[in-house]
């Protein structure tokens, strides 16, 4: 198959020279990307910044902000036969990036936020029969949120993991589909839990517009 991989952090500027993010180290994304090589598949991998090198083989696409996240995903995500969208996408970004550098007031500033677009729902709304598998990090009530998430973003699968999971080489997931109920419960190294969800993927999604493997 051909898999669509998001990674990473995006960053939304204030002005030039300044930007929110969030501690994403990308680890899940590209072992998610170096599993999916491995089994066979052909990755397009699309990545926030990050200082991790991409597994040989993969197509990379870099971008920084959310916006460049969504248009790199949107072209791709035709040709692709699923997505798994691992990344740690900003939720709000400054309504007005300001050109140059925002100077010191001497008091306090505000600065208006607005929320970014939501690229997995966007692609989930789109994505006719192919598979979607979206991410979700729930500090409270994370089964429930999670299949609230998985509706919302029609996606096929969620996979629930904790803050503890951002910036860490460790992971602990629970696989949730439509039924709200986990499907199964991995903890271990992110590149255990990504080639364990790739074997999981192989076995229950099947190509949809890449024929062949
Ligand atoms: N996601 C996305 N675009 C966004 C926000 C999130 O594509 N603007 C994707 C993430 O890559 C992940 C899934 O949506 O696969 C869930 O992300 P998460 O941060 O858990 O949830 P949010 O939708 O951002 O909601 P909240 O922060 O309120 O929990």
New binding site residues.
């Given amino acids: 198959m051909r898999i669509l991989i998001?990674a990473g952090p995006t960053r939304e500027y204030l002005d030039d020279v300044r930007y929110i993010s969030n501690a994403s180290s990308g680890r899940m994304g590209y072992a998610l990307a170096q599993a999916a090589l491995d089994a066979g598949h052909e990755v397009i991998l699309v990545s926030g910044p990050v200082s991790l090198e991409p597994p040989p083989g993969a197509t990379v696409c870099r971008v920084e902000t959310?916006e460049q996240m969504r248009a790199a995903c949107l072209k791709w995500f035709p040709q692709c036969d699923g997505v798994i969208?691992?990344?740690?996408?900003c939720?709000y970004k400054p309504r007005e990036r300001i050109a140059g550098k925002i100077s010191k007031t001497g008091g306090p500033i505000s600065i208006e936020m607005i929320e970014?677009?939501?690229?997995?729902?966007e692609l989930g709304n789109s994505k006719g029969r192919r598979w979607v598998v979206?991410?979700?990090?729930?500090a409270a009530n994370p089964r429930e949120?999670a299949l609230q998430?998985l509706r919302a973003?029609n996606c096929d699968l969620v996979v629930l993991n904790g803050p503890e999971a951002i910036g860490s080489e460790e992971n602990c997931v629970e696989l949730i589909d439509s039924s709200g109920h986990p499907l199964a419960r991995w903890e271990g190294s992110k590149r255990s839990i990504a080639r364990r969800l790739i074997e999981w993927i192989d076995g229950h999604f099947t190509p949809q517009v890449n024929s062949g493997r």
């Fill in positions: 998001t959310t969208a691992a990344a740690a996408v939720d970014t677009d939501d690229v997995l729902a979206g991410f979700a990090l729930e949120n998430k973003k």
